[in-house]
């Protein structure tokens, strides 16, 4: 053992050296030393598993072990966010305490009764405490809280990079700056983490007062090798030739998770269950013990009591199908996989999730990523076909990889929490001042973002008669009003994160369901719900009611739509994966497909030259480069002036309203600093608990200080215009016609060969045409022309001809080239080869509404067989085998070259058999 290891109390030695430790982690050394040796604050950063709650309670427990405190208290306060890491948590304490008999209390809503009782009578040892049951302590006990912490030295905040910038993690701060106010004494802050960005952030969280005093020490090495794997899938109406995309990624899951641990993070809570019914059902069907189980917060405490002691029995495989729920630290044991189905909104969050495995020695941490996409069709929008979903996964991918994770946003006002302070110190001390609560919440407190003319604001507007919360007493005094009183009392009171509010969907009268809002939605954007896309009309937020009506527009995308913050960077990155050509090697064979499609349309569109497209008359779509804060914040500009707005990740889509002006004279005036009102469209506001209380003004000082970023917008306006000039040619392939038809070779031919090559396999998606000519001296003319298919193209297809939409951009239309093709066609018998050609030319004109002509098709294969016995019956006769068995070689796959390889099989066939075709087929012309 290490020095560090002679600085603990005899006790705490003994507990380690029961455990059969033969020597302390380095951050558990470096952590003993810190803590023992001096009195400041600390930030221990280390993997899950890393061993930061040994390096943090070890040396806290010797102290209070060897140093007594002379009043009663507990000693040591914990904060962790959830009831289950806190139980658990108790549980590994009180191992290590056993010898002492130090106690441990654990304190959350499912402990007994009796237990805290003891607890309230006589506290001592280590309180573990979620913030929502320390804010109950203030609020209902708030003149005991100088006896109960009186003797506290330390306070242990658990999962820290969980709570830096949320409405939670202010809560936590307002919540110490009170309790350090009500002892008397500073507390020493040791926060716990495994994934933080900005360390400086961190630190001033911890300490905002002096933050270059908090010491920061990080675990070095001991990262586990990562095997990761991102897996693409297709979805859609036109899967008949396979299983559906949930149903592969069941199977892909129930072959390779199957008799080990695992998590896998599905999203939403109906996933989930979808999933989780899946995977039983193989269980069922392989007759097989059930390993695959649901867990989310809507299931019973029960069933998630059951799942996550199965996860830590070594004896029974187990696979929880969840949602976040099991992302931070409840010990579940090792895992030997974590899979996550569609990308996550954050680094922070992948970085957390798969730290959950590769925690034995030696044993890989292990990362399936599966990424489903829609199936194109002719009617798909830009959104699909850029395949927002899977760039997304890769940019989160290679961001984990480079270990970078977001930082918090530190300007933030907060002022729906700031008014449940308001209330529980109101509420805790029977009582308080208007300048007693600024000092304490706002001067000394988290709030430091908070004036005292806008505190001002703030009580006014919860103090005003219909808002009924505070009420101000004769001596100036704040009291808790009628309502104040009313949601106090309320269990709920407590918690201040919020749930996204369900508003109801209504159409023409009729109640389509309801979704979550928790981003600001303003009338005359478009929301995708339940398969199709619509247009808000209206926002009621005192009924929670949204009235929509069917949007234009035809298929909506699948992607979009889905509540979460995406940080600047992960969009750089996306943007940077688009204009890249390299393939990471973690993808499958699908995924790289998509991948290269994604690519293929984004630059055909024209993004690599402009970040303004024009899509169609008054249709234009911005590649913003940002993240959702700054994209939102343009998205509401352009809806106050009469757009259309539909967000995306990096990507607005606009229509122009009647009453907008042209779209480039609207930027360059933003760009050049002109005043721009983000609230012209009446956005909705209202996200979280107090909101409701707060006055228009303070709901957009709010809003402006979390959601939206109005000073950005100068220069992002400037960006987007920055080449914008060009891209209106390169806008939309499939509608712009700008190359000519190349001319026909003028003799008359003794036969031509034809060959198509398709963008998709469809027979009616023809994307070249190629002739080759075969004069009467033998000699071949070629000839070929491209043709815009006006559908997407698959990347199989592209790999197979090298040819995708930035080939056809600008090309002419497949009737076009016919109608020049025609005469010519019309007189001459024309070889093809194994029959698609002429199914695709009857495909094409049947989707034009048109006949097939009547042209005289003959079979190259047909004639091969006819002069060379090897291939009679052994079913080889694509043009490849053809020409491998006829000495051929035209190694590029081309229409023209494919054709000219057709004319020399029938060249070939006569002269083995020393007569001409006609005579060979027996053609009657």
Known sequence: MSGAFEKLARPVQKWIRAQGWRELRDIQSRAICAICDGQGDLILAAATAGGKTEAAFLPLISQVLEEPAAEPGFDLLYIGPLKALITDQARRLEDICAESGLPVVPWHGDVAASVKARALKAPRGILLITPESLEALFVRRGLEIPRLFGATRSVVLDELHSILDSERGVQVRSLLTRLEQATGHSLRRIGLSATLGDMGLARRYLRPDAPETVALIEASGGEAELRLQLRGYLSGEDNESGPSATDAIAAHLFDHLRGSDNLVFAGARQSVEIYADRLRARCEEARLPQEFYPHHASLSREHRDFVEKRLKDRTQPTTAICTSTLELGIDIGDVTCVAQIGAPFSVAALRQRLGRSGRRAGQPAILRQYSVETRLTPQSGLVDRLRLGLVRAVAMIELLLEGWCEPPRADQLHLSTLVHQVLSVIAGQGGASASQLYRLLCREGPFRQVSPLLFTDVLRAIGRAEAGLIEQAANGLLLLGLRGEKLVEHYGFYAVFPTPEEYRLISAGRDLGTIPLDNILAPGMMLIFSGRRWSVREIDTDAKVIMVEPAKGGVPPRFGGEPGLIHDRVIEKMRDIYAGNQTPVYMDRTAVDLLAEARCHYHAAGFAQSAIVNIGPGNWFLATGCGTVKTATLALALQGVGYQVDRHDGFLELASGTDAQPLEKTLAQWAEGAEVDLFAASPNLIFEPYHPYLGDGLLRADACSSRLEAGVLPGICARLLEGCATSHAKAAPARATSREIPPLPGA??????????????????????????????????????????????????????????????????????????????????????????????AGAFALAGLRAPSWLWQDSVKIARCASPEFRGDGGHGLAHLKDRLGLDFAHHDAAEDARAAAMVVLLAEQRMGRNFEEILGIQL
């Open 748 to 841: 008359e031919y003794r036969f031509l060969a034809l060959d198509v090559e398709t963008a998709n396999g469809d027979c009616a998606s023809i994307c070249q045409i190629g002739l080759a000519c075969v004069r009467h001296d033998g000699l071949i003319d070629s000839w070929s022309s491209y043709i815009d298919p006006e559908v997407p193209f698959s990347p199989f297809n592209t790999r197979l001809h090298g040819i995708g939409p930035v080939e056809v951009c600008g090309a002419p239309r497949f009737l076009d080239v016919i109608a020049v093709l025609e005469p010519l066609l019309n007189r001459h018998v024309i070889f093809q080869h194994s029959g698609f050609d002429p199914r695709a030319i």
